[in-house]
T-cell receptor
Framework: DGGITQSPKYLFRKEGQNVTLSCEQN?????MYWYRQDPGQGLRLIYY???????QKGDIAEGYSVSREKKESFPLTVTSAQKNPTAFYLC????????????FGPGTRLLVL | GQNIDQPTEMTATEGAIVQINCTYQ??????LFWYQQHAGEAPTFLSY????GLEEKGRFSSFLSRSKGYSYLLLKELQMKDSASYLC???????????FGTGTRLTVIP
């Protein structure tokens, strides 16, 4: 079945540590996105990529980095510069077109130890 | 920025009808999406409106008025499993991502 997978489901980060969240899709979608979800707030865009080897900062990119070496994969690294990383991280993908619906992965919950 | 407003919480009775409203202020409007999100899970796509009017899909319908910057999601014959958050999201011309409201948490009671 086609879909988007994210791993791990839960991730614990120690102070000063970088951690990487995985996102893989087999929907053959060109565009991929990373959102952060905090209680009481809407989803906020961290980074997005419209095509392989290209990505753009979203509204809250500071303290995060991404890569897009393959169409299927868009990993997100939460660096030690991100001072408040505890959140639910959602990856999404879409196919360019008139509607361009975004489909989401199951999410990774990041907690700081 | 985009101002997207939804009620924070709603409660409705099993078997009833509930309407969840969303208002937005944005330039270059290019479509509105509704997603359902159960606690701790991914948002799942429910509906898309880009033209004025009502889109019906089974028990769920979504309405859009572009001149009023207003949309609603109508859920009929409510079931307990409909207890979830409902997210309104707007797409803008020239923007690749969606802009989300804070979501409406719906609780269905027996």
């Amino acid at each position: 079945d086609g879909g988007i997978t994210q791993s791990p489901k839960y991730l614990f980060r120690k102070e000063g540590q970088n951690v990487t969240l995985s996102c893989e899709q087999n929907l053959n979608h060109d565009a991929m996105y990373w959102y952060r979800q905090d209680p009481g707030q809407g989803l906020r865009l961290i980074y997005y990529s419209q095509i392989v080897n290209d990505f753009q900062k979203g509204d809250i990119a500071e303290g995060y980095s991404v890569s897009r070496e393959k169409k299927e994969s868009f990993p997100l690294t939460v660096t030690s510069a991100q001072k408040n990383p505890t959140a639910f991280y959602l990856c999404a993908s879409s196919r360019p077109g008139l509607q361009e619906t975004q489909y989401f992965g199951p999410g990774t919950r990041l907690l700081v130890l | 920025g985009q101002n997207i407003d939804q009620p924070t919480e709603m409660t409705a009775t099993e078997g009833a009808i509930v309407q969840i409203n969303c208002t937005y202020q944005t330039s270059g409007f290019n479509g509105l999406f509704w997603y359902q999100q159960h606690a701790g899970e991914a948002p799942t796509f429910l509906s898309y409106n880009v033209l004025d009017g009502l889109e019906e899909k089974g028990r769920f319908s979504s309405f859009l008025s572009r001149s009023k910057g207003y949309s609603y999601l109508l859920l009929k014959e409510l079931q307990m499993k409909d207890s979830a958050s409902y997210l309104c999201a707007v797409k803008k011309d020239g923007a690749n991502n969606l802009f989300f409201g804070t979501g409406t948490r719906l609780t269905v009671i027996p």
